[in-house]
């Protein structure tokens, strides 16, 4: 299995993310794009996709995802496995809280993809709005990690999203 993790990071938090990410399941298995400087295309050598944004601006998406917003309508994820991660502060925009997780989500979700990794643990966070949460507002519809509010509580949400998604991609092989 070959996993394609594709990120924008304007302050290296989701980058860091992104580093773990890759550390724990394996650099053989997980590549690495920072999409500043890659394009998004690359994402269709891979079956199994990983995709990390910040949020920043009170709701808006992190500048390079922003940049490439049109191109993600011209890469075929079609019957894709993707997995989706996010980096927000609760506490400081507690109104906007991971928006541009929910607002990937809903720009990938009209392809025909699997997703994978919605996070169950939302009464772990303060906040007030959300525009990640699942439509029951039980889930978030990736992992939810917040590096200014809660940093000590990410290394472990990183661990368990891992062995979660990794159930999940084994089960609907
Ligand atoms: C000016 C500014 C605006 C931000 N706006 C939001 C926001 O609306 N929602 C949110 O959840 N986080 C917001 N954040 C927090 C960032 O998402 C957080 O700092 C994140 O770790 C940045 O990740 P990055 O360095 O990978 O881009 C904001 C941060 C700054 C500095």
Known sequence: MQIGLFYGSTTCYTEMAAEKIQQIIGEDTVTLFNIKDEPLSKAEQFDFIIFGISTWDFGELQEDWESHWDDIDSVNLSGKTIALFGMGDQQGYGQWFQDALGMLHDKIAPQSVTFLGYWPNTADYEFEASKALTEDKRHFVGLALDEDSQYDK????????????MTEYSEQL
Do not use: H
């Open 154 to 165: 990410s290394d472990e949400r990183i661990a368990t999203w891992i062995e979660q998604i």
